[in-house]
């Protein structure tokens, strides 16, 4: 259990994090959400007491990481998986690390098995592929068999091999009740591996919730109808009570809220010629671009023009609920 | 038996379904953390080529002095002044071990994985200078050794004349004097957390001052502080304790050995005790 309480750390001017709380719990994998530049990497260095918090506690099983007498055991993280010494063989490095703790030396073994890179445990680590790097990051993490375990992207630059390992070995790791806190700015990531999100944007706490409900509450679900005989269908939906957009764009209209099947249906008992009847579903990343919208910090700018790209597409529900907290703390 | 006892009344205690690890974790203490620095200091090659330097230079060096030289030379010297010449050169290598056992863990990020296992910055500090200062010192007076046994052994001819201990117990000074300025560039080192930065300062530190001490003597305005500099400062130092005379100083009192040595314990304990305070606090 890691417990954040209005965990704040400014630079200067600039606030990294906001007065962060929340509680990363047991047996569960946590995702931590945010774009680029958002605060996750900080916040993480604060909860590793690597970083200092300008305000506010996070507490480990109750204690400050500091006072952990065996921080190995309750906490593994991978934070950058080029963290290590190249000139040294991956079996020394994760050796001055289990000296460091008491932790035997046949485990130094046991966890390079564990991570498959035994044939290499002996080579220097200067000579790995970015895989193989993240590969011995996880096993430095693993090293103390801690109850918490923080990832720090993970899944960066790896092939969908090592995705998919990673992605197995998380929720393997979970379900032997483990805590697994794990950060990413890649919803589609988060939704395949994580049970509960926490979402930060320019260092405040913009979600926390659970997977499902998340999904529940940013996924818009609607139907797309094309037809020939647009007027005609406008005019039956309206008999029927059914609001129907139409985007001029595609010549199709959206229904919010409907069953594709009764459309379907209403459209067959008008006799009305349909092209195109198919259920759609906003994207999970759609969602949580849209929630972070007005967040994030380095914005691409589209060639030829100057307004920021976000700022078009900005909209509805949890961006506009933001802003308007964001306006009126200022 | 009586562990695996103790042992499962605490797992079976966990009330939240979490994780409990069978590894035996006792609390850690500085022993630990001096393990994990002695493996640290071997197992990188850099080590190697720094203090392997050292040792050809010294030795290499001083041998061949002490095979030029004949009985008479050491009437007037010390049988350990041939170590003198490699010594020279070669304490640059202790002071580039000394800024890199500590800036290469934070040019590697190494740092932030040392601090996540030893959230304790005080003691994984305290046993890098432990575990660099008895390196450093063990190798600096091995190779010393050897070179004034050799001259001892090989020029001990009756024009040699008398030679005590006082000669030995001065060779031992410099060891300490060089192995001082390893662990006062491992402090420069934590500081500026970079290596080529470290290591210019050390370089500047210990080569400046003469230049800037013959400069100074130059005008008369200066000529007081310039002849203090001359006198006090790192190379000066070693050439003295290694009981060579401490030239140039046209009839001026020459200080005594252990306000050479004195005077680098101070600046090393400032910056040691900087060090200690800073990374303390510091984010990294």
Redesign the interface.
């Known amino acids: 259990m890691i417990e954040l309480e209005g965990l704040t750390k400014r630079f200067g001017a600039k606030t990294a994090v906001d007065n962060l709380s929340f509680q990363v719990r047991p047996g569960v994998v946590t995702g931590f959400l945010g774009p680029n530049g958002a605060g996750k990497s900080t916040t993480m260095r604060m909860m590793l007491d690597l970083d200092n918090p300008t305000n506010g506690t996070v507490r480990i099983d109750g204690k400050h990481y500091r006072d952990l007498t065996e921080p190995l055991k309750h906490i593994g993280a991978l934070l950058d998986a080029k963290a290590m010494h190249g000139g040294r063989s991956a079996y020394n490095n994760l050796l001055c690390l289990a000296e460091s703790n008491r932790i035997p030396r046949s485990r130094v073994a046991e966890v390079l098995d564990l991570v498959g890179l035994t044939p290499v445990a002996k080579k220097k680590s200067k000579g790995f592929s970015l895989g193989m790097g993240q590969r011995l990051g996880i096993a430095s993490a693993l090293l103390g068999d801690p109850e918490i375990l923080m990832f720090d992207e993970p899944v960066n630059g790896l092939d969908p091999e090592g995705i998919l390992w990673i992605r197995n070995l998380m929720k393997g790791l979970a379900a032997e009740g483990r805590t697994i806190f794990v950060s990413s700015h890649l919803m589609s990531e988060m939704a395949l591996t994580a049970d509960h999100l926490v979402v930060i944007g320019q260092g405040r706490l913009l979600a926390d919730l659970s997977m499902s409900d998340f999904i529940q509450q940013n996924s818009r679900s609607y139907v797309r109808l094309r037809t020939p005989q647009q007027e005609r269908l406008k005019d039956v939906l309206h008999e029927a009570g059914i609001d129907a957009v139409s985007v001029p764009a595609t010549g199709a209209l959206e229904i919010d809220g409907v069953p594709a099947e009764r459309l379907g249906e209403l459209a067959a008992q008008h006799q009305i010629v349909l092209h195109e009847l198919s259920p759609q579903r906003a994207s999970l990343e759609e969602a949580f671009m849209r929630m972070t919208a007005d967040s994030v910090e380095y914005h691409a700018h589209a060639p030829g023009t100057t307004a920021p790209a976000g700022a078009a597409t900005a909209a509805p529900a949890w961006g506009a609920g933001y802003e308007a907290t964001r306006e009126g703390g200022e | 038996m009586t562990a695996t006892a103790d042992a499962t009344p605490a797992a079976s205690a966990r009330q939240?379904?979490?994780?409990?690890?069978?590894?035996?974790?006792?609390?850690?203490h500085l022993g630990?953390?001096l393990?994990?620095?002695w493996?640290?200091l071997t197992?990188?090659?850099?080590t190697v080529w720094t203090l392997g330097s050292l040792v050809a230079l010294v030795v290499g060096i001083g041998v061949f002095a002490v095979l030029q030289t004949g009985s008479a030379d050491y009437k007037s010297i010390p049988f350990v002044a041939p170590a003198l010449f490699g010594m020279m050169v070669g304490q640059l290598a202790v002071m580039v071990l000394g800024v890199l056992t500590v800036s290469?863990?934070y040019g590697?990020?190494?740092i932030?994985?040392?601090?996540?296992?030893?959230?304790?910055r005080l003691r994984?500090l305290t046993a890098k200078y432990l575990v660099f200062g008895a390196v450093a010192f063990g190798v600096t007076l091995g190779s010393v050794a050897f070179v004034g046994i050799s001259a001892a052994l090989l020029r001990n001819g009756p024009e040699a004349g008398y030679h005590g201990a006082g000669e030995w117990v001065g060779a031992l000074g410099g060891c300490l004097y060089v192995t001082l300025l390893g662990v006062l560039a491992l402090a420069v080192g934590a500081l500026v957390r970079h290596s080529a930065g470290g290591i210019a300062i050390m370089l500047g530190l210990v080569t400046m001052p003469p230049v800037l001490g013959a400069i100074l003597t130059g005008w008369p305005v200066s000529r007081e502080i310039g002849l203090t500099v001359v006198r006090y400062n790192a190379p000066m130092g070693l050439i003295q304790l290694f009981g060579l005379p401490n030239s140039g100083m046209d009839g001026s009192p020459t200080p005594s050995d252990l306000a050479q040595l004195g005077l680098l314990v101070l600046v090393t304990a400032l910056a040691v005790t900087a060090s200690y305070v800073v990374v303390r606090?510091r984010?990294?």
Not at chain 2, 20 to 26: C, D, Q, R, Y
Not at chain 2, 43 to 46: A, D, F, L, M, Y
Not at chain 2, 112 to 120: F, Q, V
């Open positions: 939240d379904g979490g994780y409990s690890s069978p590894l035996p974790t006792p609390r850690p630990h953390a393990a994990s620095e493996t640290k197992s990188v090659r850099s290469s863990e590697t990020g190494l932030r994985t040392t601090l996540t296992a030893a959230p304790d994984v606090r984010d990294v």
